[in-house]
Structures are given as structure tokens and as C-alpha cells.
């Protein structure tokens, strides 16, 4: 476009120089012309006219007729207006050309315009007519309005000339104004845009984005076809939105896949119209990059759908698989099992390691799971995290995972795999340096045995969990119907004891040990009891798991220190003098308070420390955490007694005795019920005695119940002795009673062994 104006400014200059040239010369031409076609006219006629005046005077006078001077002198007298303009002359000659008669005797200025008729008479020349011009005035008058025409045509070059000229430059200059604007907006525009012949699908021009986006430079896609550069995987697509271009049809925001010139792949909506550049026909494509948009949608997708830590599916999902496995198998009459399962000691692992631990143990955990339901893949399908297989492995949340198998056919295949995920979850974990064992209770239902309904199916397999729990944990369970019942109970369990304390439904009962040496009552250990008013007198075996699990155990255990303190200060005011056990929960190590709370427990009640004694779990100590360690070095810190419940239940790394500031072992009462009886628990008595000696801990035995008992632990020279033996639990006020008659009959009976109530 650029090389419009000049071709066309010159043009018009041509056109207004030629019309002003034409003006310029054809106007003194055409006068001239016109005027000495008038003057020969006029002289030619005058000439004529007078010949025949000559001949009048012949035929009247023959023989002398030059003679008649006075008429040919009237002939030869020139016409007033012609004399004035122009100067004449006229003659009569004779035949051989000899001068007759003259109008003057002067020449005429030249140049000259003469005409000369023959005078006639008889058919012989006698005479010409001669009328002579000078035509030197009309030179002149040409001369002046060559002049005249030289004005009109200066003046219609620059007419023709300027004008249109300012017109056309009006034009080009709006023309090159909406140009630029195009050409900013193409350019400027935040979407690809692209221009293709509509012929032969051929590239004309792309803007800044579209080689921004693709990596091509101009040049690289000008007059090319985007076939051959391969830019739209679809070919489906492509062709489609060819045919609607076809049909005249726009194209409105197409999904398409664009490829760019690296390879990358980028999601676009792209809208297309035909349209007319330069009277070319031509597609017009502007194409929008949704790529983020794209991914964030899918991220969107995924984070509704999938658990972000293990990349297992979650609980919606896992419910939609659940459910198409449960169609499936009602089509194809199969079963479907669905597995519960929750990890045995996550929790204790996730507070004391810390929660990256926790989760790189989930990973750990969601990683064996796959594994063990992918060998199961009888169909092939491999990744059964994204469900391809029959089988599902999703995390609920927390420590709860699930496992869907489907097209089952015999209730074997799930215990199979049940009994596989146990082993598998079963084997250590390496948390960065930690090893840690985790095991994990798996409920199992069946489709479509046990229940048809989706919810009911994941109750009934939460219940069986729940039973596989209670039944010693690392272990499986189908559903039964009264498992159902199990579950409620639980539930009827947890809300009544959230209201047991401010009910004051909770009671502590005291239990005596006994000093082996000087056979005196060193000491109480505090037992809580629930006196629920639909139950009676619940064991805390029954419920301090659910308090556990609840974190009631936090609140509960701080109201057990507070009486247990209060009443080993009132019967120190009363004079006796005795140590207070109390049972402290692992679970109660992971709250901040702990230390704080026993402070105050013996703040208020005014107990010594000395005085108090705190029962801590071995897996408490197992659990390794520096966070249990800190706080057990300030219990200690603070003059209070600690020892190890239970001992030799958990798993013996005798490594931590050396860790932790104990002061007492109790001997659990497994082993001292077969002691003297059992060889194997004979040995252990002895030796976690000897140990307790080299390591200069206490030793108390548990449960003691015979005099057989008593006395083996006497010879093994046992430090004290707790059990039925010696006294149930009692009430305070019982127990205080008991203090009383044992320090005054009942001594001799159980040293001498004459035999003591049950
Ligand atoms: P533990 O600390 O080992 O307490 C001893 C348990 O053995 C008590 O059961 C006691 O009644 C029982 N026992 C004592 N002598 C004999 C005997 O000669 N033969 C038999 N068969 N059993 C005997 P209890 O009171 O049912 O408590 C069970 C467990 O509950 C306790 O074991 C302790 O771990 C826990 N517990 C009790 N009270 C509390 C508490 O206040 N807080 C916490 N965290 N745990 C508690
Ligand atoms: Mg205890
Ligand atoms: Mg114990």
C-alpha cells in the first residue's frame, strides 16, 4: 500500500499538466487558426467580390477601362474597419502581372496574406484583383492570448493538481490511520492471531503472540500451511473446523492442542471466521491459550478426587469406585470386598517423631498397599491406583485406608490379600534413620453378603476394624452381624464417658505394695474405676483405649493425679505414710501440660514429690522421642519416682533402661503367674531381677496371688510385691480400714503365709 501515493500523485500531476498543456497550447492555436481562416475568408471574398466589380467595368468599357480612374480608385479603397485593425493593399494587375492600379504605394509590413482573383472576360484572363493583408496584428493578438492561456492553464494545473491530490492524501491518510490500528490491535492483541489464505490454507501474516506462543519467527510460517508446520494435533478437529469454514460457518472456541515449534503442547480455544483482506479471501484465527487454566482445572479435579500426600484416591473417589465395583459385580455376578483397615500405632509414631515422619510413613504404608492388591491382578491392569483393575487402594484421612477388590470370586482371594497387607504392614519402616513398626487392624465386608447399601458396606467393614482392634490389633475380621452392635456400643461407650467426669461417675481405688524386706506397706498404686449407672463398676481395660483414642485420657488423667495426690496428703495428715503410684497413659506425654498439671496436682494437694510415683508404659519408652525423654528428665527433676508398668511385655530393647531416669521395674503379672510353675517366666523373673540389681532400679512383682509366689520372689530377694495376695484394690475409706487391721494382725498372716483372702 505504501507505494500508492507516489505512483498516484504523479499520475494526477500528468493528467493536470497534459489537460493544462493541451489548454496552454490549443487555446492561441485555435485563435490563430480561427483568425487566419477569417482573414483568408474575408480577403478571398473581398478579392473575389472586387474581380468582379473589375469585370462590370470591362464589360461596360472594354477597350479603355483602366482609363476610368476615378471608379477603380473606389474599387481599390479599402473597407474602415479592416484598414483599422489590419493594413491592406490592394491591386489590379494585368494578365502578365504588370501593375495597373495600387491602393498605396507603401509595401504592407509583413508576413502578408494575399489573395488574387482573375478578372474574366470572354473566357480570357484580362486582369487580376489583388487584396493584400498584413496579418502582423494578429500575431500580436495570438501572442497575447498565448499569454491568457498560459495563465488559465497555470491556474487549472495547479487546480487539478491540488485538489484531488488534498483529497487523496485525506484518504490514504485515514487508509494508513485505520491501517495502524489494525495493525496495533493485531499486534498488540494478547491472543495468537493468524491469517491464512482461504485457497490453499497458506500463512499471510501472524502477530506478536502467535510468535511469542509458537516460537516461529515471521518468516518461518509466512507462506507456509500449518499442516506442514504441524501445529494442531487434533486432525479430527482441523478438519471439522475446515468443513464449517467451508459452510461459511464461524468457529466458536474450539478445544484444540497446539504444538509449538519445541514440541510443547499448550490447550487453546480457538474461534476462526472467514473475511476479506485486499479483496483476498481469507480465515481469520484467534486463538486463546487456556493452558493454566487447563491445568489448574485438572489440579482442581485431582485435588477433589485424590489424597495429595499418597496420591491414592480419596474418600469421593474411593466411594465412586466402590460403587462401580458393586455394579460390576452385580452384572457379573461376582463378589466384592471391601477392606478397613486402620494403622495400629500411627498416632504414636506422628507424635513422637513429628508429623514428617508420620507422613513419610503414609507413604510408605500407601506404597506396600498397592503392592500387595497389584499381585492380585488377575486381569493385568497394573496401576490399581488408577483404578484400571478391579481394585481400589484410597486413604480416607488420617491412619484409614481403604481397599476395594473387585471381580472376586471366592471369599478366600480377599483373606489372601488381607493376610498379605498384615504381613507387609507388619515388616519395619525406615523413617530417615528411625526404624518403627506399625501394624494395622483390617475390617473386612463382602458384596453383596453382608449388605448391598454403599454406606452400610463401610460401616459394617469400619465396625469389623474396630473389632480387629479390640481383638489385639495386627490382625483381620469379616463382618458378622453383631459386630453392628459392637459398634454402637462403642459409641453409646464414648458419649457416656465424655460425661462421666463432670458426673463425678469416675472413683479411684487403691491398691497396697509391699516391702518384701521389712514386710511394711511401702506404698499405694491408684486404679480409676467407672461406676457407670447402667453398668456398675466398669474396669478401666474396658475403657481407658477409648479414652486414649478420644484424648479424654488428658482431662481424666489430670483428675486421677489430683485425687490420688489429695488423698496420699490427707492420709500423710492422718499418719500414714505411704508412696502414691499413679498410671500415667503415653498418650498423656503428647500434651504440652503434663508437667505443668503434675506440678499443681502436688502444689495443690501439698504432697511431697518424694511422695509420688508415676507408672509409665514401656512403648512409652519405645517410642524414642525426645520429646517423652525431655519430659520424663523434668518429672525427675522434680524429685517424683518413675517406673516401668508392665515390664518385659513390650519389645525388650533393654537399650532405653540406660536412656531414661527410672527408679522402678514392675514385673508383669504374666510372668509371676507361672513363676516356680513355668520354667521359661521363671528365668525371666530371675533375670529382670538381676538386671534391676546391676542397674540399681527397684524391682516390685505384679500380681501376686499364692503364697508360693510370695515366697519365690522372697528367695529371689524381690524388693516388694503388689497383688490379691497381699490386697484387691479398695475404695480409700476401705483401704484405710485395711491399713489399720494389717498393721495390726494381718502382718504376721501374709509374712508367715498362713494364707490371706482372695
Ligand atoms: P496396671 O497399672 O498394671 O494395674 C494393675 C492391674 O492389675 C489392675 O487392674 C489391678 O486390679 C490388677 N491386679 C492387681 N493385683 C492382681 C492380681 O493379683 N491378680 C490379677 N489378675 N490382677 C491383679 P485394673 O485396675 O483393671 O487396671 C488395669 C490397667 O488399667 C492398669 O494396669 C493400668 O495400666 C490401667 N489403669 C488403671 N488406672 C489407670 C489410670 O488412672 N490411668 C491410666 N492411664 N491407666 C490406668
Ligand atoms: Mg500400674
Ligand atoms: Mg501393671
Same mark, same amino acid.
Given at each position: 500500500?505504501?507505494?500508492?501515493? &507516489?505512483?498516484?500523485?504523479?499520475?494526477?500531476?500528468?493528467?493536470?499538466?497534459?489537460?493544462?498543456?493541451?489548454?496552454?497550447?490549443?487555446?492561441?492555436?485555435?485563435?490563430?487558426?480561427?483568425?487566419?481562416?477569417?482573414?483568408?475568408? &474575408?480577403?478571398?471574398?473581398?478579392?473575389? #467580390?472586387?474581380?468582379? *466589380?473589375?469585370?462590370?467595368?470591362?464589360?461596360?468599357?472594354?477597350?479603355?477601362?483602366?482609363?476610368?480612374?476615378?471608379?477603380?480608385?473606389?474599387?481599390?479603397?479599402?473597407?474602415?474597419?479592416?484598414?483599422?485593425?489590419?493594413?491592406?493593399?490592394?491591386?489590379?494587375?494585368?494578365? +502578365?502581372?504588370?501593375?495597373?492600379?495600387?491602393?498605396?504605394?507603401?509595401?504592407?509590413?509583413?508576413?502578408?496574406?494575399?489573395?488574387?482573383?482573375? @478578372? *474574366?472576360?470572354?473566357?480570357?484572363?484580362?486582369?487580376?484583383?489583388?487584396?493584400?493583408?498584413?496579418?502582423?496584428?494578429?500575431?500580436?493578438?495570438?501572442?497575447?492570448?498565448?499569454?491568457?492561456?498560459?495563465? $488559465?492553464?497555470?491556474?487549472?494545473?495547479?487546480?487539478?493538481?491540488?485538489?484531488?491530490?488534498?483529497?487523496?492524501?485525506?484518504?490514504?491518510?485515514?487508509?494508513?490511520?485505520?491501517?495502524?490500528?489494525?495493525?496495533?490491535?493485531?499486534?498488540?492483541?494478547?491472543?495468537?492471531?493468524?491469517?491464512?489464505?482461504?485457497?490453499?490454507?497458506?500463512?499471510?501474516?501472524?502477530?506478536?503472540? #502467535?510468535?511469542?506462543?509458537?516460537?516461529?519467527?515471521?518468516?518461518?510460517?509466512?507462506?507456509?500451511?500449518?499442516?506442514?508446520?504441524?501445529?494442531?494435533?487434533?486432525?479430527?478437529?482441523?478438519?471439522?473446523?475446515?468443513?464449517?469454514?467451508?459452510?461459511?460457518?464461524?468457529?466458536?472456541?474450539?478445544?484444540?492442542?497446539?504444538?509449538?515449534?519445541?514440541?510443547?503442547?499448550?490447550?487453546?480455544?480457538?474461534?476462526?471466521?472467514?473475511?476479506?483482506?485486499?479483496?483476498?479471501?481469507?480465515?481469520?484465527?484467534?486463538?486463546?491459550?487456556?493452558?493454566?487454566?487447563?491445568?489448574?482445572?485438572?489440579? *482442581?479435579?485431582?485435588?477433589?478426587?485424590?489424597?495429595?500426600?499418597?496420591?491414592?484416591?480419596?474418600?469421593?473417589?474411593?466411594?465412586?469406585?466402590?460403587?462401580?465395583?458393586?455394579?460390576?459385580?452385580?452384572?457379573?455376578?461376582?463378589?466384592?470386598?471391601?477392606?478397613?483397615?486402620?494403622?495400629?500405632?500411627?498416632?504414636?509414631?506422628?507424635?513422637?517423631?513429628?508429623?514428617?515422619?508420620?507422613?513419610?510413613?503414609?507413604?510408605?504404608?500407601?506404597?506396600?498397599?498397592?503392592?500387595?492388591?497389584?499381585?492380585?491382578?488377575?486381569?493385568?491392569?497394573?496401576?490399581?491406583?488408577?483404578?484400571?483393575?478391579?481394585?481400589?487402594?484410597?486413604?480416607?484421612?488420617?491412619?484409614?485406608?481403604?481397599?476395594?477388590?473387585?471381580?472376586?470370586?471366592?471369599?478366600?482371594?480377599?483373606?489372601?490379600?488381607?493376610?498379605?497387607?498384615?504381613?507387609?504392614?507388619?515388616?519395619?519402616?525406615?523413617?530417615?534413620?528411625?526404624?518403627?513398626?506399625?501394624?494395622?487392624?483390617?475390617?473386612?465386608?463382602?458384596?453383596? #453378603?453382608?449388605?448391598?447399601?454403599?454406606?452400610?458396606?463401610?460401616?459394617?467393614?469400619? !465396625?469389623?476394624?474396630?473389632?480387629?482392634?479390640?481383638?489385639?490389633?495386627?490382625?483381620?475380621?469379616?463382618?458378622?452381624?453383631?459386630?453392628?452392635?459392637?459398634?454402637?456400643?462403642?459409641?453409646?461407650?464414648?458419649?457416656?464417658?465424655?460425661?462421666?467426669?463432670?458426673?463425678?461417675?469416675?472413683?479411684?481405688?487403691?491398691?497396697?505394695?509391699?516391702?518384701? $524386706?521389712?514386710?511394711?506397706?511401702?506404698?499405694?498404686?491408684?486404679?480409676?474405676?467407672?461406676?457407670?449407672?447402667?453398668?456398675?463398676?466398669?474396669?478401666?481395660?474396658?475403657?481407658?483405649?477409648?479414652?486414649?483414642?478420644?484424648?479424654?485420657?488428658?482431662?481424666?488423667?489430670?483428675?486421677?493425679?489430683?485425687?490420688?495426690?489429695?488423698?496420699?496428703?490427707?492420709?500423710?495428715?492422718? +499418719?500414714?505414710?505411704?508412696? *502414691?503410684? @499413679?498410671?500415667?497413659?503415653?498418650?498423656?506425654?503428647?500434651?504440652?501440660?503434663?508437667?505443668?498439671?503434675?506440678?499443681?496436682?502436688?502444689?495443690?494437694?501439698?504432697?511431697?514429690?518424694?511422695?509420688?510415683?508415676?507408672?509409665? &508404659?514401656?512403648?512409652?519408652?519405645?517410642?524414642?522421642?525426645?520429646?517423652?525423654? &525431655?519430659?520424663?528428665?523434668?518429672?525427675?527433676?522434680?524429685?517424683?519416682?518413675?517406673?516401668?508398668?508392665?515390664?518385659?511385655?513390650?519389645?525388650?530393647?533393654?537399650?532405653?533402661?540406660?536412656?531414661?531416669?527410672?527408679?522402678?521395674?514392675?514385673?508383669?503379672?504374666?510372668?509371676?503367674?507361672?513363676?516356680?510353675?513355668?520354667?521359661?517366666?521363671?528365668?525371666?523373673?530371675?533375670?529382670?531381677?538381676?538386671?534391676?540389681?546391676?542397674?540399681?532400679?527397684?524391682?516390685? !512383682?505384679?500380681?501376686?496371688?499364692?503364697?508360693?509366689?510370695?515366697?519365690?520372689?522372697?528367695?529371689?530377694?524381690?524388693?516388694?510385691?503388689?497383688?490379691?495376695?497381699?490386697?484387691?484394690?479398695?475404695?480409700?475409706?476401705?483401704?484405710?480400714?485395711?491399713?489399720?487391721?494389717?498393721?495390726?494382725?494381718?502382718?504376721?498372716?501374709?509374712?508367715?503365709?498362713?494364707?490371706?483372702?482372695?
Amino acid at each position: 500500500m505504501s507505494e500508492h501515493p &507516489t505512483s498516484v500523485t504523479s499520475s494526477i500531476t500528468w493528467i493536470a499538466g497534459a489537460i493544462s498543456l493541451i489548454v496552454l497550447a490549443s487555446l492561441p492555436l485555435g485563435f490563430w487558426a480561427l483568425s487566419y481562416q477569417h482573414q483568408i475568408g &474575408t480577403i478571398s471574398a473581398e478579392s473575389q #467580390f472586387n474581380a468582379n *466589380m473589375v469585370a462590370d467595368l470591362v464589360d461596360q468599357n472594354p477597350a479603355n477601362w483602366h482609363e476610368q480612374k476615378q471608379r477603380i480608385a473606389r474599387l481599390l479603397r479599402e473597407d474602415d474597419r479592416t484598414q483599422a485593425d489590419y493594413p491592406e493593399l490592394r491591386r489590379i494587375l494585368g494578365p +502578365g502581372g504588370e501593375l495597373i492600379a495600387s491602393s498605396s504605394a507603401t509595401a504592407l509590413p509583413p508576413p502578408v496574406l494575399a489573395r488574387r482573383e482573375p @478578372v *474574366m472576360d470572354g473566357g480570357k484572363i484580362i486582369a487580376y484583383f489583388e487584396v493584400a493583408r498584413s496579418i502582423r496584428p494578429l500575431l500580436a493578438e495570438t501572442g497575447l492570448v498565448a499569454l491568457l492561456g498560459m495563465a $488559465l492553464a497555470g491556474a487549472l494545473f495547479f487546480t487539478l493538481k491540488i485538489f484531488p491530490l488534498r483529497a487523496l492524501n485525506r484518504a490514504l491518510a485515514d487508509l494508513h490511520q485505520s491501517e495502524q490500528l489494525f495493525s496495533k490491535a493485531f499486534h498488540a492483541s494478547p491472543d495468537p492471531v493468524m491469517i491464512c489464505r482461504a485457497d490453499d490454507g497458506r500463512i499471510i501474516s501472524v502477530n506478536t503472540s #502467535f510468535t511469542r506462543l509458537t516460537g516461529y519467527a515471521l518468516p518461518e510460517v509466512v507462506n507456509r500451511e500449518h499442516g506442514e508446520l504441524g501445529l494442531w494435533a487434533d486432525q479430527e478437529k482441523t478438519e471439522w473446523a475446515r468443513q464449517q469454514l467451508r459452510l461459511d460457518q464461524p468457529v466458536n472456541n474450539l478445544e484444540m492442542t497446539l504444538v509449538t515449534r519445541s514440541g510443547e503442547q499448550r490447550d487453546m480455544l480457538v474461534s476462526s471466521e472467514m473475511t476479506e483482506i485486499n479483496s483476498v479471501s481469507c480465515v481469520l484465527t484467534v486463538a486463546r491459550d487456556v493452558t493454566a487454566q487447563k491445568q489448574a482445572e485438572q489440579r *482442581m479435579a485431582y485435588l477433589a478426587n485424590y489424597d495429595q500426600l499418597t496420591g491414592l484416591p480419596n474418600r469421593a473417589l474411593f466411594r465412586d469406585r466402590l460403587e462401580g465395583a458393586m455394579r460390576r459385580a452385580q452384572r457379573a455376578e461376582r463378589l466384592v470386598g471391601l477392606l478397613y483397615l486402620d494403622l495400629d500405632r500411627f498416632k504414636r509414631v506422628n507424635d513422637s517423631l513429628g508429623h514428617q515422619a508420620g507422613d513419610q510413613l503414609l507413604v510408605q504404608v500407601a506404597e506396600r498397599l498397592l503392592g500387595c492388591v497389584r499381585r492380585t491382578d488377575t486381569i493385568g491392569h497394573s496401576d490399581a491406583r488408577h483404578g484400571s483393575s478391579g481394585s481400589t487402594v484410597a486413604r480416607l484421612g488420617g491412619d484409614e485406608f481403604t481397599v476395594v477388590l473387585g471381580d472376586i470370586k471366592h471369599v478366600d482371594e480377599i483373606s489372601s490379600v488381607a493376610l498379605r497387607i498384615i504381613t507387609a504392614l507388619s515388616a519395619a519402616f525406615d523413617l530417615t534413620g528411625h526404624q518403627v513398626f506399625v501394624g494395622a487392624s483390617i475390617g473386612i465386608t463382602v458384596y453383596p #453378603f453382608d449388605d448391598i447399601d454403599l454406606d452400610n458396606m463401610i460401616r459394617n467393614a469400619d !465396625a469389623a476394624m474396630y473389632q480387629a482392634k479390640a481383638l489385639g490389633r495386627n490382625n483381620f475380621q469379616f463382618y458378622t452381624d453383631d459386630l453392628n452392635a459392637n459398634a454402637e456400643e462403642r459409641l453409646w461407650l464414648e458419649t457416656e464417658l465424655r460425661q462421666a467426669l463432670e458426673r463425678n461417675q469416675f472413683e479411684l481405688v487403691y491398691q497396697p505394695k509391699l516391702d518384701l $524386706l521389712s514386710n511394711r506397706i511401702s506404698g499405694v498404686e491408684a486404679l480409676l474405676r467407672w461406676r457407670s449407672p447402667e453398668k456398675g463398676l466398669v474396669s478401666p481395660v474396658e475403657f481407658i483405649p477409648l479414652l486414649e483414642d478420644t484424648g479424654l485420657i488428658v482431662p481424666i488423667g489430670a483428675w486421677v493425679l489430683q485425687t490420688a495426690c489429695a488423698q496420699a496428703a490427707a492420709w500423710e495428715r492422718d +499418719g500414714m505414710h505411704l508412696t *502414691m503410684a @499413679v498410671n500415667l497413659s503415653p498418650r498423656q506425654f503428647h500434651d504440652n501440660g503434663l508437667t505443668d498439671m503434675i506440678q499443681a496436682a502436688l502444689t495443690n494437694s501439698g504432697l511431697s514429690a518424694k511422695q509420688l510415683e508415676l507408672e509409665v &508404659t514401656e512403648s512409652l519408652l519405645m517410642e524414642d522421642s525426645t520429646r517423652s525423654q &525431655t519430659t520424663l528428665a523434668s518429672i525427675k527433676q522434680m524429685g517424683i519416682h518413675i517406673s516401668v508398668d508392665d515390664f518385659g511385655t513390650g519389645y525388650s530393647s533393654l537399650a532405653y533402661l540406660k536412656r531414661f531416669p527410672l527408679d522402678t521395674l514392675k514385673i508383669d503379672r504374666t510372668f509371676v503367674k507361672e513363676v516356680g510353675i513355668d520354667p521359661d517366666d521363671t528365668a525371666i523373673v530371675r533375670a529382670v531381677i538381676a538386671l534391676a540389681r546391676s542397674l540399681r532400679l527397684t524391682v516390685v !512383682a505384679e500380681g501376686v496371688e499364692t503364697h508360693e509366689q510370695l515366697e519365690f520372689l522372697r528367695e529371689t530377694r524381690c524388693e516388694q510385691a503388689q497383688g490379691y495376695l497381699i490386697s484387691r484394690p479398695l475404695a480409700g475409706p476401705a483401704f484405710a480400714a485395711w491399713m489399720a487391721q494389717y498393721e495390726e494382725t494381718s502382718l504376721p498372716m501374709i509374712v508367715a503365709g498362713a494364707g490371706a483372702q482372695g
